[in-house]
């Protein structure tokens, strides 16, 4: 009967071990600029329709707008950063003697037109 107790509380500070590591995680992708953005985005949603219009709302917004900015850019600089590393390290790159039959068969056909259709048309 104790060691199952005891197999049960290993599971449970385990369990425990998990969540914290993976809340410790998920504010450490939190920059500054994220936290901000959700300290304003917060404030603001507290606004009438006049505090909008005032002095502050419209700095508000600004700020916001501001942040979203700075975030997008820190995002770019990741994104490119794991471009590279994923561009460095593929096994679709071709070696530099030869040419690649097919450059475009690499890239993302995702988004062409011809391939989707209209909700509509189901």
């Given amino acids: 009967m104790n060691d199952k107790i005891n197999n049960i509380k290993f599971l449970i500070n385990?369990?425990?071990e998990d969540i914290n590591e993976e809340q410790s995680y998920l504010s450490s992708l939190e920059s500054e600029n994220i936290k901000k953005l959700s300290k304003i985005i917060e404030k603001s949603n507290t606004y009438s329709p006049y505090e909008w219009n005032t002095s502050y709302?419209?700095?508000n917004t600004q700020d916001r707008i501001n942040l979203l900015?700075?975030?997008i850019l820190e995002?770019?600089?990741r994104i490119s950063k794991i471009e590279k590393l994923i561009n460095s390290t593929s096994i679709y790159k071709s070696s530099p003697n030869t040419v690649d039959v097919y450059p475009d068969l690499h890239e993302s056909t995702c988004c062409d037109n011809?391939?989707?259709r209209d909700s509509k048309e189901l």
Avoid: A, P, V
């Fill in 14 to 16: 385990d369990l425990q």
């Fill in 114 to 116: 011809n391939n989707h």
């Fill in 57 to 59: 709302g419209i700095k």
């Fill in 75 to 77: 995002q770019n600089k």
């Fill in 69 to 71: 900015y700075e975030i």
